[in-house]
């Protein structure tokens, strides 16, 4: 067994959730030096066609400054308001309707941005929409494995990996450098999510191609502050060949297309003799190669797994019976107004007023125009929770359910669009509609 290992499963939160801000810093990182790796997050997995990726960087900025920070604000600052990626589609789609583009323009950037974020929250609202996110400090002091099985399509994946890249790298370069010593591994799993499209004499998307830039750069950058990157892939041609020109250290198993293995020999000097035999390496054998040998070495790998009796499967049942930290924190700055949350969030709580309060806007969302016919029906939702729950009972405190519910349909019918209220109206609406006191 692993020390302390603990495990994430993005996507998949009646297990081990996991929530990330992509807005808040790491720890000691300031606004002015973390824009530039945030922009170049998004842009390793979306293509941003011009004038997307103006609008994107304005939106970007005009957030930030919105809510206090500066570009010397840090994350725990006493004067910034912390902000998500729901704060960030309301801000980027306010923008889009002020522009002075064509309406076939705007038609084609709320296609191209505000669809794609808003799918993010909506597949999955609990790893992206929230304020609070778990440190980048605390998957680098502990063995941590993401699981992303359970996140659909290769560009959320995409996302996800490249955000916490770029934070990892950050936080690792304001520590300092490491003298010398190896502090962190990162082990890149079917690599070709983030890092695959480009083969020699072909171009990819634009977004593959950032990917490809950030991580290169990523890795010369980190490697003299104690962190090593391993890419790991089924085959060679999955990733680009400048990832596999540029990583020292390569190790190939059996390979039998005649391509993969001119790949492999192309960048490690490889004899003919050596290279043929990349397709009769038997179980455990590989050939290895790093830039202080002349030439490869053929080695034997013991079977571990079967020395240390290592399982290829755990269940969710024990991964979610030895979850390290339950991550409990308030989701959103509405959560503020919810007395019955003071000891933090309940993720059963939450997911059930999630589906809630869209169900709810499916049966009213037509009806509410304006801020007057809102306050009216927020009054109105916990009897109709109250009868939800008669008629499937979820052994949830009810309170607390009709307040997280309001939250949540709030929420969603600002997302919508059909008008937009300020911080001070969103108070007083939640502080008048809330139930106060008791479960």
Known sequence: QVKDLQIFTPGNSG??????????????????????????????????????????????????TKYGWKNTSKTGDADVQPFGLYEFILTFKELVASSAYSKDVR??????????????????????????????????SRPTVLELNAISGDEQKALLIALLLIQISLYIKSKGASSGQLTNVILLDEAHILLGGNVDGQSG?????????????????????????????????????????????????????????????????????YKEYLARLQ??????????????KIISTPNFRE????????????????????????????????????????????NQADYYGGHIIILLGNRIIDKETLTKYM????????????????????KVLCNCSKIHFLRKMLLEGKFSLDRRVIDKLLRDTLILGGE
């Not at 750069?217 to 060679?236: C, H, L, W, Y």
């Not at 990583?247 to 039998?256: G, M, Q, W, Y």
């Not at 979610?320 to 000891?343: D, G, L, M, T």
């Not at 109250?386 to 949830?396: F, M, T």
């Open 15 to 64: 297990v081990s959730p996991l929530s990330i801000n992509p807005f808040a810093p790491p720890r000691g990182i300031t606004v002015e030096q973390y824009i530039p790796a945030l922009m170049d997050a998004f842009k390793a997995a979306f293509d941003m066609e011009s004038p997307l990726d103006v609008i994107f960087s304005s939106a970007v900025r005009k957030c930030y």
């Open 107 to 140: 038609s084609n950037i709320e296609t191209g941005g505000t669809f794609r974020l808003m799918n993010l929250i909506q597949q999955n609202s609990t790893l992206y929409d929230t304020v609070n996110a778990v440190h980048i400090h605390d998957f680098l």
């Open 205 to 273: 998307s634009k977004a593959k191609n950032s990917a490809v830039q950030l991580f290169q750069k990523m890795i010369a950058e980190i490697r003299s502050f104690g962190t090593s990157v391993i890419i790991a892939d089924q085959a060679p041609s999955q990733v680009t060949r400048s990832i596999v020109a540029n990583t020292d250290i390569k190790i190939a198993f059996r390979l039998v297309e005649r391509d993969e293995c001119e790949i492999i020999a192309n960048s490690t000097g490889m004899s003919n003799d």
């Open 283 to 296: 179980t455990g054998e590989a050939i290895a190669y790093y830039s202080r040998l002349v030439s490869p």
């Open 307 to 350: 020395k240390e009796e290592i399982r290829l499967n755990v269940s969710n049942s024990e991964v979610k019976e030895h979850v390290i930290a339950s991550h409990s924190e308030k989701p959103f700055y509405e959560c503020k107004w919810c007395r019955q949350c003071k000891n933090g969030c309940a993720i059963k709580v939450r």
């Open 379 to 398: 009054y109105k939702l916990h009897d109709l929770i109250i009868q939800y729950e008669k008629e499937d009972w979820h052994n949830l405190p009810l």
